[in-house]
């Protein structure tokens, strides 16, 4: 791939190479660890359509927008916003805001990616084979949360893993890598899910996940499944614009972006069916809370055949996905580092890493030592940054991104640089153009307003 101006990225080594490492960031614990929670929390199937909805509305016209400024600039969120406009300085807050918001959730990710960790040395140690009932699982997983020296290390564990490859570049390790795990971690899921549908009883958990019954729905999960739509798909935060700035201008944003959604969304929802057909074939509460899958999976592996196997290669992958969503956060602060601060690649990494490993640690003894500390709008500290930043951070990130193509930097260059990937279908760049312009800012306001006159 050429090198663009600023050589300090990564580049990607082929187009196969960016949609996995896209993919890799986007497929993570927010489709397999969140989203079957959030879903069991807000009631189900009102909640998914909804959810859907908002991945195809906004999700998608916001990350084909991110990918077009990264490619244009091939900089950095910050460096891209300046260098689009570099006479209106409120815009350049955006890259700011991008930054704030990775620091939130890098911390709280890695926390739960230690969980997951913590859990492939269970699977080893055949802890899973002690579980006679969901409460022992359940007991099991809040004892181990709560000891501040399992959480705190394997938190750091999973940073250091992170840094350690963000150090030395993405393109050999995660790029490389993603390429063999990610379509093992695909066909276990499958398993996992048609396992589930054969137990007795499993059509609940369908009904539960896909008939939508709005009077479940409260206005909260509304902001709720806006939310996931971003964390979901690393939008509203830098990650694609950093991503799209390694891209080479012969790709199609439009159709890679399809793919990247599609991919993304079929993996949470075959999660759902994996975990909600054992919860209601087992009588478990579907609002399990941020621990439902360390509840419910092993229980699942304790009675598929040859399931431990299956416990140790599910966590182990779980552990992969959450390792290329986490360089791709952590990505964003060290390539801003690195160009707004001219640090060396080395340095700015282990900075961040040790930042977010300290803004960490309240999060992994918000179940713990701090589980009564809830100053937080009633929230303990975990529960607090996760909602800040996915529901409203990244919900701004992604307004503020829309109004700027639209607005700010106007939809004509744009344009130009959508066509440079062929696909020149301009009925498609105007719907684009629509859904950016009009949809995205309109719906999101309204959603954000109205949370913000809750208060
Ligand atoms: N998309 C990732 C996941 O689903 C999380 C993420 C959020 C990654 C924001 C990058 C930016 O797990």
């Excluded at 960790?117 to 084979?129: N, Q, T, V, W």
Aim: glycine fraction near 10%.
């Amino acid at each position: 791939m050429t090198q663009q101006s600023n050589s300090h990225h990564q580049h990607w080594g082929s187009k196969f190479g960016f949609i996995l490492a896209a993919v890799g960031s986007a497929v993570g614990l927010g489709n397999i660890w969140k989203f079957p929670y959030i879903t069991g929390e807000n009631g189900g199937g009102a909640f998914v359509l909804i959810y859907l909805l908002f991945i195809i509305l906004i999700g998608l016209p916001v990350m084909i927008g991110e990918f077009v400024i990264g490619r244009s600039t091939g900089r950095s969120v910050c460096g891209a916003f300046k260098h689009l406009e570099p006479k209106k300085p409120v815009w350049h807050g955006l890259g700011y805001l991008a930054l704030i918001t990775g620091f939130c959730i890098i911390s709280f990710y890695s926390v739960v990616s230690g969980w997951v960790i913590g859990y492939i040395f269970e699977a080893l140690r055949f802890s899973f084979s002690s579980f006679d009932s969901p409460e022992t699982a359940q007991n099991h997983f809040g004892n181990l949360i709560s000891n501040p020296y399992w959480t705190i290390t394997l938190h750091g564990l999973f940073m250091t893993l992170t840094a350690f490859i963000v150090v030395r570049g993405i393109k050999d390790g995660i790029e490389y890598w993603c390429k063999i795990l990610l379509p093992i971690l695909g066909v276990i899921l499958l398993i996992l899910m048609t396992w589930g549908l054969t137990m007795p009883n499993a059509h609940e958990g369908l009904i539960y996940l896909f008939r939508p019954n709005f009077s479940e729905l409260t206005f909260s999960s509304v902001l709720v499944a806006l939310g996931q739509a971003f964390f979901t798909l690393s939008i509203g935060m830098g990650v694609m614009i950093t991503y799209g700035s390694y891209l080479k201008k012969d790709i199609n944003i439009v159709s890679t972006s399809l793919y990247i959604v599609l991919f993304d969304t079929l993996v949470a929802l075959w999660a759902g069916i994996a975990i909600f057909c054992p919860i209601f074939s087992l009588g478990m509460n579907p609002a399990g809370g941020p621990g439902l899958i360390f509840h419910v999976l092993p229980i699942v592996f304790q009675q598929l055949p040859g399931g431990y196997v299956f416990g140790i290669l599910f966590f182990i992958l779980l552990g992969i996905a959450a390792l290329s969503s986490a360089i791709s956060i952590l990505e964003v602060p060290v390539s801003f580092l690195i160009e707004e601060k001219k640090m060396s690649r080395h340095k700015a990494t282990w900075l961040v890493a040790l930042v977010a490993f300290w803004v960490g640690i309240p999060c992994a003894l918000s179940f713990g030592l701090m589980s009564k500390v809830k100053w937080f709008f009633g929230r303990n500290f975990f529960d607090f940054l996760d909602y800040i930043s996915s529901n409203i951070f990244l919900t701004l990130g992604a307004l503020g991104t829309a109004v700027f193509i639209a607005f700010v930097w106007k939809l004509k260059p744009a344009f130009e640089e959508l066509a440079k990937g062929g696909g020149k279908v301009k009925k498609l760049f105007a719907l684009w153009g629509f859904l950016l312009s009009w949809v995205c800012p309109i719906a999101i306001g309204a959603i954000l307003i109205a949370k913000l006159m809750e208060f």
